[in-house]
């Protein structure tokens, strides 16, 4: 009988050590889906301050069938996401993950990047097709829950950073946008960064432009119910082409690496801004090396690039595709190819960096 030769140096300890993380990488991927079931049916907001519940309360609380809810908790149980209590057979959600997990207004919330990663995997079996040809799929090619996941997980971060943070990183900016000054939010997406300037800074106008039609209907809503559709205006426009200058400011909130020709957009930016003019760049925080992004934030961001930004740069003219890590040296390069006098990296998070242009 024929059996499988392993080659000599083959360690068994190590493969099977590797055999179980993926196991884990596997639940964790299947998890994805019971974490963006938990969101839309509210199990976990039901959870939240109930304290120690059977399966049987989880279901009359959120209003689903028992056995689902049973089966949902187990597999939560296993996740660590909540604690079982073999004794009394009750799961409890634990306060750090009530506030990751149900907390809209914290830097931890969780539930958009989970939607995000779902909507980009339901999108996978044409990103693999696409992949044989080197073809591109357009943002606005996406299931809804990418663009809802992304707001809803880049939201709770500017809430957290842009205000406070990150405009004031800025050499002069703050005061302008106190006294009144002209905004253009460029791939604006649903306007979660626009409408958040806009609140803050009651003097000053606001533009957001996105070249996907669907995330600006959906901006302009989100403007009106904020109430600061007085002062903001969405519009359908690309980058490199958006109409308006003498802007005070220009910002871009992780889309420059998605869009096809960074450089033009770049130029485009240089001649719409007043000669005083500052261009705030928020891009995933990176390396400028493969290996410097080899850890968790990196891993989840080189996944969303093959899945999300780099289809989205090839479906557009260029396709410079520089991807969800490209660094600050790719991005400093872009802007001084472009024309800008300064460039810097002026604050950043764990999951961002942020980049000062000016002329
Ligand atoms: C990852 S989303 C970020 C959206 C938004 N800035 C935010 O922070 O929530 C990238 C956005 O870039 C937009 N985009 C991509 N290419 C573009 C282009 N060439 N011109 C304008 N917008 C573009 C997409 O439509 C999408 O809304």
Same mark, same amino acid.
């Not at 050590?17 to 994805?32: I, P, W, Y």
């Not at 969101?39 to 509210?42: A, Q, V």
């Not at 209590?85 to 009394?88: F, G, K, L, T």
């Given at each position: 009988?024929?059996?499988?030769?392993?080659?000599?140096?083959?360690?068994?300890?190590?493969?099977?050590?590797?055999?179980?993380?993926?196991?884990?990488?596997?639940?964790?991927?299947?998890?994805?889906?019971l974490?963006?079931?938990g969101?839309?049916? &509210?199990l976990?907001?039901a959870l939240?301050?109930?304290? *120690?519940v059977s399966p049987a309360e989880l279901a009359?609380?959120a $209003?689903?069938?028992e056995r689902y809810a049973q089966e949902w908790l187990n597999a939560q149980a296993a996740g660590?996401y909540v604690e079982y209590?073999? #004794?009394?057979g009750r799961y409890v959600l634990?306060?750090?993950?009530?506030?990751?997990?149900? #907390?809209?207004?914290?830097?931890?919330?969780?539930?958009?990047?989970?939607?995000?990663?779902? &909507?980009?995997?339901?999108?996978?079996?044409?990103?693999?097709?696409?992949?044989?040809?080197?073809?591109?799929?357009?943002?606005?090619?996406?299931? +809804? #829950?990418?663009?809802?996941?992304?707001?809803?997980?880049?939201?709770?971060?500017?809430?957290?950073?842009?205000?406070?943070?990150?405009?004031?990183?800025? @050499?002069?900016?703050?005061? =302008?946008?106190?006294?009144?000054?002209?905004?253009?939010?460029? /791939?604006? &997406?649903?306007?979660?960064?626009?409408?958040?300037?806009?609140?803050?800074?009651?003097?000053? =106008?606001?533009?957001?432009?996105?070249? +996907?039609?669907?995330?600006?209907?959906?901006? =302009?809503?989100? @403007?009106? !119910? @904020?109430?600061?559709?007085?002062?903001?205006?969405? +519009?359908?426009?690309?980058? @490199?082409?958006?109409?308006? !200058?003498?802007?005070?400011?220009?910002?871009?909130?992780?889309?420059?690496?998605?869009?096809?020709?960074?450089? $033009?957009?770049?130029?485009?930016?240089?001649? !719409?801004?007043? *000669?005083?003019?500052?261009?705030?760049?928020?891009?995933?925080?990176?390396?400028?090396?493969?290996? #410097?992004?080899?850890?968790?934030?990196?891993?989840?961001?080189?996944?969303?690039?093959?899945?999300?930004?780099?289809? !989205?740069?090839?479906?557009?003219?260029?396709?410079?595709?520089? $991807?969800?890590?490209?660094?600050?040296?790719?991005?400093?390069?872009?802007?001084?190819?472009?024309?800008?006098?300064?460039?810097?990296?002026?604050? /950043?998070?764990?999951?961002?960096?942020?980049?000062?242009?000016?002329?």
């Open positions: 009988m024929a059996t499988v030769q392993e080659p000599a140096s083959l360690d068994t300890d190590k493969l099977m050590s590797f055999v179980f993380r993926a196991v884990d990488e596997v639940g964790a991927t299947l998890n994805t889906a974490v963006v079931m969101d839309k049916l &509210g976990y907001r939240n301050g109930a304290g *120690p009359r609380r $209003g689903i069938s660590g209590d073999p #004794d009394s634990p306060p750090e993950q009530a506030v990751a997990l149900t #907390d809209e207004n914290s830097p931890a919330y969780l539930p958009g990047l989970f939607q995000t990663a779902l &909507g980009s995997v339901l999108d996978s079996p044409r990103i693999t097709q696409a992949a044989k040809t080197g073809a591109g799929i357009g943002w606005h090619d996406h299931v +809804h #829950d990418v663009h809802e996941g992304c707001e809803r997980f880049f939201r709770p971060g500017y809430n957290a950073h842009l205000v406070a943070e990150w405009l004031p990183a800025l @050499a002069g900016v703050v005061p =302008k946008l106190q006294a009144g000054a002209r905004v253009a939010d460029v /791939g604006c &997406g649903h306007g979660a960064s626009t409408v958040l300037m806009a609140q803050a800074f009651p003097a000053s =106008k606001f533009v957001g432009y996105d070249y +996907h039609d669907a995330s600006i209907e959906t901006a =302009k809503q989100r @403007a009106v !119910s @904020a109430g600061v559709d007085d002062r903001v205006s969405f +519009h359908v426009s690309a980058a @490199a082409s958006y109409p308006g !200058s003498s802007y005070d400011l220009v910002t871009m909130f992780d889309c420059l690496h998605d869009m096809g020709d960074p450089a $033009g957009a770049a130029r485009h930016v240089l001649a !719409s801004l007043a *000669p005083e003019g500052t261009w705030m760049n928020v891009e995933p925080a990176a390396g400028d090396r493969v290996e #410097d992004n080899l850890n968790p934030v990196g891993r989840a961001y080189y996944c969303f690039s093959t899945l999300l930004c780099t289809p !989205s740069s090839l479906a557009q003219e260029v396709g410079l595709a520089l $991807g969800a890590q490209a660094g600050e040296a790719r991005i400093r390069a872009i802007a001084t190819g472009a024309g800008f006098g300064s460039f810097a990296r002026v604050a /950043g998070t764990p999951f961002n960096n942020v980049f000062e242009a000016r002329p």
